[in-house]
């Protein structure tokens, strides 16, 4: 019996799954939630890969652009694939950036210029309630599944803090003193919307291997 479960967990750990990013925060937070266990695919990025494109997102919702990413990897390469897309959702303007976060002050613009856009629309409104929604899509032996995690919290007036990424330094969770961008990457991936939709892709590849 312990001679089978020994030949499963080898054959597991020698899997590889195409996360369909470039983006070395969302890896790095990725691979912190998967360090340690042996009994999930490695997982590789589109450098690995030898994807330099730029994948479209041009879909009008969170769930279609991460199909869309992960379709892409798919079909090109044949590979089995996940994609994640991610919103930050602000109640008192309708939901925006939401689907629009990568790109809400333009095209070019960088992650500074989104915050501060977010903050001028901002000013003088009482209501700073805001939702991180990541919805991750993943393509396993052509069969597609959906994970998605969120987390409640508040738009800053100020940035605060220097680590993370895009709309850390302003978005503070509930329930917490510090912002994203003040917490390391384990603190912010057990509260945060991707840790959240990455332990249920976790759970669902355990169980479907
Ligand atoms: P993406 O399309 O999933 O890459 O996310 C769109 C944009 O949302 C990114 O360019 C970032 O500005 C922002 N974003 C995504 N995830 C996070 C996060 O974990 N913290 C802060 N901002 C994020």
Redesign the pocket.
């Known amino acids: 019996m312990s001679g089978t479960n020994i030949s499963v967990s080898l054959i597991i750990s020698t899997m590889t799954l195409t996360f369909a990013?470039n983006?070395p925060?969302?890896l790095k937070?990725i691979r912190a939630v998967l360090a340690g266990l042996d009994d999930v695919p490695a997982i590789q990025s589109l450098a690995d890969i030898g994807c330099s494109e730029e994948i479209p997102?041009t879909a009008a919702t969170l769930e279609c652009?991460a199909f869309q990413k992960a379709a892409f990897i798919v079909e090109r390469y044949g590979l089995d694939c996940f994609a994640?897309?991610?919103?930050?959702e602000i109640e008192a303007l309708d939901g925006r950036p939401g689907v629009f976060?990568?790109r809400y002050a333009g095209e070019g613009c960088n992650?500074d210029d989104?915050i501060d856009k977010v903050l001028l629309e901002l000013e003088g409104k009482s209501n700073r309630k805001a939702k991180?929604r990541?919805v991750i899509c993943l393509i396993l032996r052509g069969q597609t599944r959906y994970f998605e995690g969120g987390v409640q919290g508040e738009i800053l007036p100020h940035r605060r803090g220097i680590d993370?990424?895009?709309?850390?330094p302003v978005?503070l969770p509930d329930r917490y003193q510090t912002t994203?961008a003040e917490m390391d990457l384990e603190e912010?991936n057990m509260i945060?919307?991707?840790g959240e939709a990455i332990r249920k892709l976790v759970s669902f590849l355990r169980e479907n291997q």
């Open positions: 990013t983006n925060h969302k937070e997102e652009n994640d897309d991610t919103g930050l976060s990568a992650f989104n991180f990541t993370g990424f895009g709309y850390d978005f994203f912010k945060s919307h991707r």
